[in-house]
């Protein structure tokens, strides 16, 4: 049954890609070590994930579309001969996103030097991007699933670092034991998935599930599936992805990296490396949810009023798309999707970022006080911000999906393949895509519009002249430039209108190139043109909605009230989960109260009945014996101690009585 | 008529009256007048026992324990005189040199 577990040593590559897991270790280390200078330490890490990029670049050009290199070695061993393995798998996937996750992490560390330079905390911030990144590479590189699972909680932990990083407000402490639990429920299904693909395979390591499992196993579905609720915890699909939105409240940079390039990405990568193993009718269901979550995330996004909860939302949304895309059996066109993603919606944050730091400033010098966050307070921020409002349109044009934008390619991609879904009820996924589309068109303009068009809203609230805000510092420029540039197509393929025969795509798939399709890029063009040109009626600086916007939002429309309140789904979780859990817990506490600690009171009280019962047995039983065999020897020795009184006529009475008793013994 | 029994009462009393001077006594002089109480006691044991004895040997042998109780005499006396000289009293409880 065991089959024998075979050792691979490693290469010069494997080693290498060890060091790019350890060196953000090594960051995280000296940050916390290195707390008196501030500035010196969060440059030397800044440093060493630059050097970490290069040597991921590295490693990417020497793996790419070479041959897969695979290095493994025992980890430990349960009882006899059931060993455990874990190892280093890089193939194409793995350079690409260890790539991805050293760059936009070098990005943010960049950005965060200026954004964070006034934080108390300033030390505890680094040292924990130095955490995230570390279990974020050891997903990325892990060979197996249970290497996966380690580094995949962890990953969750340092993400609930992060979210409650300003832990002294209350909402960011409840966001980030929010998502910390939330997403430990759908870590539940990945260690069940993990149990039943051991228990039917014996292996966790991928490159033996690959070749071994076979396809029409109906508990391989079982258990891709509860695979599959791992990453709907962790890349936030419905119905767990409650939790990101409100894990906005961490540092945008932070809000950045992890909920929009890398850690939310998580799950898709996870379902990438298992999608040769994953049943066809798993990968319905998959597509479906994906499906779902696109659309939902989309409608949720149309009535915000929070920056950073439109982006959470479209992230959510995109998310959705990427899992669609692997459930619609494109896992390559899904990555293409995460790699395009992951740099315009990094782009979005951060210039976010940018926006929010420039009003805090500005809230701050002039004691002013106001949510830096609420775009119904910004407008006109296209003339006193323009290199972030240029970043920005860039970035939001990749999102919306137009062409000569990357998000272009990788949408139709995705959208492309998701038409081989058309029996049945699977219709639904492509209709719903392509819904998104609209949406996503709708909520960006809409977006845009309130925040960069018309005139500044914030002197209607505060009495100021017309604001000037602080320009975007030169350690802010140089990752927002980057990544605006890596949002246009021209890094991806060369062709604006076709993304599959992207590099990205050919590298990635062993099978023939989606067919290119004329029509679905031009459905999703004038559906895109459709919702910007919806957004720009209703929100464009002379319209009505723009003049009331101060106004209370009128939430009696149910679509509105679904949409503002993401469809209600914390009212629903509330009331279903959350209200009976906690009245199972008074159930259980009562309990607790009333019949076991009375239960433990009586046994305490019986206790010490006996023990007292005890101590008297003690005192007076063993004691007592004690006691008076040292009263009679006491009184013996008294007794004889009294015949030898010294005096002579004593001893001559004795002696008398003596041979008194000698005659009377002879004479009887 | 003299019994064998008067001679046994009469000695048999004589030495439990000496025996309980003896102990009794605190004076030294009176422990020793005891002492020859109980001598002579068995002294009439003696000669009550030689009255059916012919060769009378009894009754000689008395006369040797009449002697030699006058040599115990001297030396007790003696031994008395030394006691009182060292204790400074003749009284027999006093000296307990022989307490344990």
């Given at each position: 049954?065991?089959?024998?577990?075979?050792?691979l040593t490693?290469?010069?590559s494997?080693?290498?890609?060890?060091?790019?897991?350890?060196?953000?270790?090594?960051s995280f280390?000296?940050?916390?070590?290195w707390?008196?200078?501030?500035?010196?330490?969060?440059?030397?890490?800044?440093?060493?994930f630059?050097?970490?990029?290069?040597?991921?670049?590295f490693?990417?050009i020497?793996?790419?579309?070479?041959?897969?290199?695979?290095?493994?070695?025992?980890?430990?061993?349960i009882?006899?001969?059931?060993?455990?393995?874990?190892?280093v798998?890089?193939?194409?996937?793995?350079?690409?996103?260890?790539?991805?996750?050293?760059?936009?992490?070098?990005?943010?560390?960049?950005?965060?030097?200026?954004?964070?330079?006034?934080?108390k905390a300033?030390n505890?911030?680094?040292?924990?991007?130095?955490?995230f990144?570390?279990?974020?590479?050891?997903?990325?590189l892990?060979?197996?699933l249970?290497?996966?699972?380690v580094?995949?909680e962890?990953v969750?932990?340092?993400?609930?670092?992060?979210?409650g990083?300003w832990?002294h407000?209350?909402?960011?402490?409840?966001?980030?034991?929010?998502?910390?639990?939330?997403?430990r429920?759908?870590?539940?299904?990945?260690?069940?998935?993990?149990?039943?693909?051991?228990?039917?395979?014996?292996?966790?390591?991928?490159?033996?599930?690959?070749?071994?499992?076979?396809?029409t196993?109906?508990?391989?579905?079982?258990?891709?599936?509860?695979?599959?609720?791992?990453?709907i915890?962790?890349?936030?699909?419905?119905?767990?992805?409650?939790?990101?939105?409100?894990?906005?409240?961490g540092?945008?940079?932070?809000?950045?990296?992890?909920h929009?390039?890398?850690m939310?990405a998580?799950?898709?990568?996870l379902?990438?490396?298992?999608?040769?193993?994953?049943?066809?009718?798993?990968l319905?269901v998959?597509?479906?949810?994906?499906?779902?979550?696109?659309?939902?995330?989309?409608?949720?996004?149309?009535r915000?009023?929070?920056?950073?909860?439109?982006?959470?939302?479209?992230t959510?949304s995109?998310?959705?798309?990427?899992?669609?895309?692997?459930?619609a059996?494109?896992?390559?066109a899904?990555i293409?999707?995460?790699?395009?993603?992951?740099?315009?919606?990094?782009?979005?944050f951060?210039?976010?970022?940018?926006?929010?730091?420039?009003?805090?400033k500005?809230?701050?010098?002039?004691?002013?006080n106001?949510?830096?966050?609420?775009?119904?307070?910004?407008?006109?921020?296209?003339?006193?911000?323009?290199?972030?409002f240029w970043?920005?349109?860039?970035?939001?044009?990749?999102?919306?999906?137009?062409?000569?934008?990357?998000?272009?390619?990788s949408k139709?991609?995705?959208l492309?393949a998701?038409?081989?879904?058309?029996?049945?009820w699977?219709?639904?996924?492509?209709?719903?895509?392509?819904?998104?589309?609209l949406?996503?068109?709708?909520?960006v303009?809409?977006?845009l519009?309130?925040?960069f068009?018309?005139?500044?809203?914030?002197?209607?609230?505060?009495?100021?002249?017309?604001?000037?805000f602080?320009?975007?510092s030169?350690?802010?420029?140089?990752?927002?430039?980057?990544?605006?540039?890596?949002?246009?197509f021209?890094?991806?393929?060369?062709?604006?209108?076709?993304g599959?025969?992207?590099?990205?795509?050919?590298?990635?798939s062993?099978?023939?190139p989606?067919?290119?399709?004329?029509?679905?890029?031009?459905i999703?063009?004038?559906l895109?043109?459709?919702?910007?040109?919806?957004?720009?009626?209703?929100?464009?600086?002379?319209?009505?909605?723009?003049?009331?916007?101060?106004?209370?939002?009128?939430?009696k429309?149910?679509?509105?009230?679904?949409?503002f309140?993401?469809?209600?789904l914390?009212?629903?979780?509330?009331?279903?989960?959350?209200?009976?859990?906690?009245r199972i817990a008074?159930g259980?506490?009562?309990?607790?109260?009333?019949l076991?600690?009375?239960?433990?009171?009586?046994f305490?009280?019986?206790?010490?009945?006996?023990?007292?019962?005890?101590?008297?047995?003690?005192r007076?039983?063993?004691?007592?014996?004690?006691?008076?065999?040292?009263?009679?020897?006491?009184?013996i020795?008294?007794?004889?101690?009294?015949?030898?009184?010294?005096?002579?006529?004593?001893?001559?009475?004795?002696a008398?009585?003596?041979?008194?008793?000698?005659?009377?013994?002879?004479?009887? | 008529?003299?019994?064998?029994?008067?001679?046994?009462?009469?000695?048999?009393?004589l030495?439990?009256?000496?025996?309980?001077?003896v102990?009794?006594?605190?004076?030294?002089?009176?422990?020793?007048?005891?002492?020859?109480l109980?001598?002579?006691?068995?002294?009439?044991?003696l000669?009550?026992?030689?009255?059916?004895?012919?060769q009378?040997?009894?009754?000689?042998?008395?006369?040797?324990?009449?002697?030699?109780?006058?040599?115990?005499?001297?030396?007790a006396?003696?031994?008395?005189?030394?006691?009182?000289?060292?204790?400074?009293?003749?009284?027999?409880d006093?000296p307990?040199?022989?307490k344990?």
């Amino acid at each position: 049954m065991n089959q024998e577990v075979t050792i691979l040593t490693l290469t010069s590559s494997t080693q290498l890609s060890l060091v790019v897991l350890f060196l953000p270790l090594l960051s995280f280390v000296i940050m916390n070590l290195w707390s008196k200078n501030r500035k010196l330490g969060s440059y030397v890490s800044s440093g060493l994930f630059f050097v970490n990029f290069i040597i991921a670049v590295f490693l990417f050009i020497t793996i790419w579309n070479g041959e897969p290199e695979h290095s493994r070695w025992l980890w430990f061993e349960i009882g006899s001969g059931i060993q455990f393995t874990s190892g280093v798998w890089l193939n194409n996937l793995t350079v690409l996103l260890l790539v991805l996750v050293t760059l936009v992490s070098f990005m943010v560390h960049l950005f965060s030097l200026e954004y964070m330079k006034d934080d108390k905390a300033y030390n505890r911030y680094f040292s924990f991007l130095g955490l995230f990144t570390f279990s974020m590479l050891g997903i990325v590189l892990s060979d197996n699933l249970l290497l996966m699972f380690v580094f995949w909680e962890l990953v969750g932990f340092s993400s609930y670092l992060l979210i409650g990083f300003w832990f002294h407000k209350e909402t960011a402490a409840k966001a980030s034991k929010k998502a910390f639990i939330v997403n430990r429920i759908g870590d539940l299904g990945f260690l069940v998935g993990l149990m039943i693909l051991w228990s039917n395979y014996n292996t966790l390591d991928l490159t033996t599930l690959i070749s071994s499992a076979e396809i029409t196993d109906p508990s391989l579905t079982l258990a891709t599936l509860c695979l599959f609720g791992g990453v709907i915890g962790k890349s936030a699909q419905f119905p767990l992805q409650v939790w990101l939105p409100d894990a906005m409240e961490g540092p945008t940079p932070v809000s950045a990296l992890i909920h929009a390039a890398t850690m939310v990405a998580a799950g898709v990568f996870l379902l990438a490396r298992i999608t040769p193993f994953i049943p066809i009718d798993a990968l319905h269901v998959i597509a479906l949810i994906g499906a779902i979550t696109a659309f939902m995330g989309g409608v949720a996004a149309l009535r915000q009023f929070d920056i950073k909860k439109i982006l959470a939302f479209s992230t959510i949304s995109q998310l959705g798309y990427m899992v669609m895309g692997v459930g619609a059996s494109a896992y390559d066109a899904a990555i293409f999707h995460l790699i395009t993603h992951a740099f315009f919606k990094a782009c979005l944050f951060l210039s976010a970022g940018a926006i929010i730091h420039s009003l805090h400033k500005f809230s701050h010098d002039n004691d002013a006080n106001f949510d830096a966050q609420d775009i119904r307070l910004m407008g006109g921020l296209r003339r006193s911000m323009p290199f972030t409002f240029w970043v920005f349109i860039v970035s939001s044009m990749a999102l919306v999906g137009v062409p000569l934008f990357s998000g272009f390619l990788s949408k139709e991609a995705i959208l492309i393949a998701s038409l081989s879904m058309t029996k049945g009820w699977q219709v639904i996924v492509p209709i719903l895509g392509f819904g998104s589309v609209l949406i996503t068109a709708f909520y960006v303009m809409r977006m845009l519009l309130i925040i960069f068009f018309g005139e500044n809203r914030l002197s209607n609230i505060i009495n100021t002249s017309y604001p000037s805000f602080s320009k975007v510092s030169l350690l802010m420029k140089i990752p927002l430039t980057l990544l605006a540039f890596s949002s246009l197509f021209i890094l991806f393929s060369p062709n604006p209108f076709d993304g599959s025969h992207s590099w990205i795509i050919n590298g990635l798939s062993n099978q023939l190139p989606i067919e290119h399709h004329s029509v679905v890029p031009a459905i999703s063009v004038m559906l895109v043109l459709l919702g910007m040109g919806l957004a720009y009626a209703k929100f464009k600086p002379s319209s009505k909605y723009i003049q009331q916007i101060h106004s209370e939002p009128d939430y009696k429309n149910l679509w509105q009230s679904l949409s503002f309140n993401n469809w209600h789904l914390d009212a629903i979780y509330d009331a279903v989960i959350i209200r009976q859990a906690i009245r199972i817990a008074d159930g259980i506490k009562m309990i607790e109260e009333k019949l076991i600690n009375r239960f433990i009171n009586y046994f305490a009280i019986f206790n010490v009945i006996l023990a007292k019962i005890l101590g008297l047995f003690d005192r007076y039983i063993v004691d007592g014996l004690v006691h008076f065999s040292a009263f009679a020897s006491n009184t013996i020795g008294w007794l004889s101690k009294n015949i030898q009184s010294g005096k002579a006529q004593t001893h001559i009475a004795w002696a008398g009585l003596g041979i008194l008793m000698i005659i009377i013994w002879l004479i009887l | 008529m003299i019994t064998l029994q008067h001679f046994l009462i009469i000695g048999i009393s004589l030495f439990s009256i000496g025996l309980t001077t003896v102990i009794i006594k605190k004076n030294a002089i009176l422990v020793l007048l005891g002492i020859e109480l109980m001598l002579n006691g068995a002294n009439v044991n003696l000669i009550g026992f030689s009255t059916n004895d012919p060769q009378i040997q009894g009754q000689i042998f008395s006369l040797f324990v009449i002697v030699v109780a006058a040599a115990e005499a001297v030396v007790a006396l003696a031994i008395v005189v030394r006691v009182y000289q060292y204790f400074n009293t003749s009284n027999v409880d006093e000296p307990k040199e022989l307490k344990g």
